[in-house]
């Protein structure tokens, strides 16, 4: 179930959701105001959410990398990590914009869409689960996702050293 949105044109709560297809990291939802017939695409706020949440996490990890304990930043490196940082907002800015200029309209219709058929499969149909989650859900996902693989990975260590060693 998507809801519908207030249209950033008209400012109108007929922006409705009209298709679904999957992209290789997201699924996209196309929407169109039946007033003055916008058509746009939003990615569901749980992949900006996860997007950003993995963003910060490689930019963080290549900022240890770079200039934890570094006296002597070389410019390539800084402009390397500058260019790093503009890409994310560049890739993320534009999305971040579009739920921002069409909010979800209160107290509006939620409405099945369909996924185009290519798109089908169980990787889509988890990502839609998630996407019940939203924005927070998705700055989340990430830790939560890192955490069970390092929990599972810990257990079958203690198996693995308990019982075959
Ligand atoms: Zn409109």
Known sequence: MVKTRICGSC???TLLPVSRKRDPYNTVVGYLCQNCGRKINIVPAFSVGNGLAIAWAVLGFWYF???HNS?????LSISLY???VVT?????GPECLRHWM???AKGGDAVEVKLEKEGRGSVTSVL???ERFGFLGGLIAPVVFA??????AAILGFINYTYFQ
């Open 11 to 13: 400012k109108k709560p």
């Open 65 to 67: 990398v770079f200039f």
């Open 71 to 75: 006296v002597y930043n070389s410019t």
């Open 82 to 84: 500058a260019g790093a």
């Open 88 to 92: 994310v907002v560049l890739v993320w």
């Open 102 to 104: 069409n909010p979800v």
């Open 128 to 130: 839609i689960w998630c």
């Open 147 to 152: 955490s069970v693989f390092l929990s599972v």
